[in-house]
Structure formats: structure tokens, C-alpha cells
């Protein structure tokens, strides 16, 4: 039999740099940014039309935080560390 090197000794899932909730972190993170994003469209004025919801509340100041919630979270996902018993 051939024994394993200690490379392959080292490549259990505790060496991992992303654990299984960095990953749910992650994926909650860019659906928040996708949110963010989805308040943000919808139509926009034309030369022949005026369109005063372009200035909405919902574009201008809820849309972009939540993009940023988005984004700080991700930040935490990256960074986040399962505490050692």
C-alpha cells in the first residue's frame, strides 16, 4: 500500500478557508444585492415623456441602502470565523 504524503494528510475540510456558512453568508448576501438592484429598475424618462418616478423614494434611498446591507454583509461573510470550542 502507499501511504499518503502529508500534503494529502492536510487537505481535510478543516483547511479550508470558506466553511459551509461562509457560503449561506455569501449566497444571502448577493440575494439581498439582487433585491437592492430589482428596487432600483424600472422605466425611465424619455425625451418625449417625463417620468417624475425616477425620483422616487424607492430608488433614491431605500434602494441603495440595501444594496449596501448587501454589501456589508458579504464583507462579514468573507471575514467570518466559526468559533473554536
Not at 8 to 35: G, P, Y
Not at 66 to 82: H, Q
Request: glycine share 4%; charged share 20%; net charge positive.
Amino acid at each position: 500500500m502507499i501511504e499518503k504524503t502529508n500534503k494529502e494528510n492536510n487537505m481535510d475540510k478543516s483547511n479550508f478557508a470558506f466553511t459551509r456558512m461562509n457560503f449561506i453568508l455569501l449566497a444571502v448576501s448577493m440575494l439581498i444585492v439582487i433585491i437592492g438592484f430589482a428596487l432600483m429598475s424600472g422605466a425611465g424618462s424619455t425625451v418625449e415623456a417625463y417620468n417624475p418616478d425616477i425620483f422616487s423614494a424607492r430608488r433614491i434611498k431605500v434602494a441603495p441602502i440595501v444594496c449596501l446591507i448587501g454589501f456589508v454583509t458579504m464583507i462579514y461573510a468573507v471575514v467570518y470565523k466559526k468559533k473554536e470550542k
